[in-house]
């Protein structure tokens, strides 16, 4: 079997309220890559502004930006001048009063490929993203692109395997998490570990469960909660890209910027299939109380 490798950048960075800044570091960073011979650049969820889920406020819904934009405009123009597939993340403005958090894809050619809306929606001390966000309604469905077919999911929806199977089983030859995760700067350091422990684990478990390499971008630094009211966020970066067999091809720091490459076999997965059969092995017979809440 031909061996398919895609050489794949992931970028960690800390943003400011400097938007324009956010931008032009984050283009400076994709050209970078696009020179070492990368043809898919993954950028971090909301990768434009600071994280402004902290605080509930009305006006931070002026940070939403219509799909298409000047804001889309910049990335879909950088993918085609560079001839690389481009993964974006946004805070859709689809009509007054309603909002989604939004993944864009921009393949090589500067064409729209497909889009995600972020499907699971926490709501949770810090990040109050069901006040903004309305839930997707696009289901989970894997995006065709020059480099392959891309199971794009967001942050919190890296937590359930279902979404993972879904894309896997839609076709999906790689997934993909743009986040924005982070400690509680007050929580002990034991804490923090498992927490962090724990989203590197579950999402090696999507690889390893789905035989597919997963690629996971985080933001990094500490962000204040605007309204003072607790301690602010320190985002632990630690971007990963993990083989499927959950192996580890590639980690970044947890306190500081980084553009990770990785050379990432597509092909591969075929013959962990073959190994693993764990598709073959379901019992879709057996399954049916997946779709309800709970069977209690």
Known sequence: MKENILRTALIQQHNTEDIERNRRCLCEKIRAAASAGVKLIVNQELHDTLYFCQTENVDLCNLAVDIPSPATDLYASLARELSVVIVTSFFERRAAGLYHNIALVFDSDGSLAGTYRKMHIPDDPGFYEKFYFAPGDMGFEPIDTSVGRLGVLVCWDQWYPEAARLMALAGAEILI????????????????????????????????????????????????????????????????????????????????????????????????????????????????GLTQRFLK
């Open 177 to 288: 998490y743009p986040t924005a995760i982070g400690w509680n700067p007050e929580d002990d350091p034991a804490e923090q570990q498992r927490q962090r422990e724990a989203w590197i684990t579950v999402q090696r478990g999507h690889a390893v469960a789905n035989g597919l390499p997963v690629v996971a971008v985080n933001r990094v630094g500490f962000e204040a909660d605007p309204s003072g009211t607790s301690a602010g966020i320190r985002f632990w970066g630690s971007s990963f890209v993990a083989g499927p067999q959950g192996e580890i091809l590639s980690l970044g720091p947890n306190d500081a910027e980084a553009v990770l490459v990785a050379d990432i076999s597509l092909s591969r997965s075929e013959q962990v299939r073959r190994w693993w059969p764990f598709l073959r092995d379901r019992r879709i017979d057996a399954y049916s």
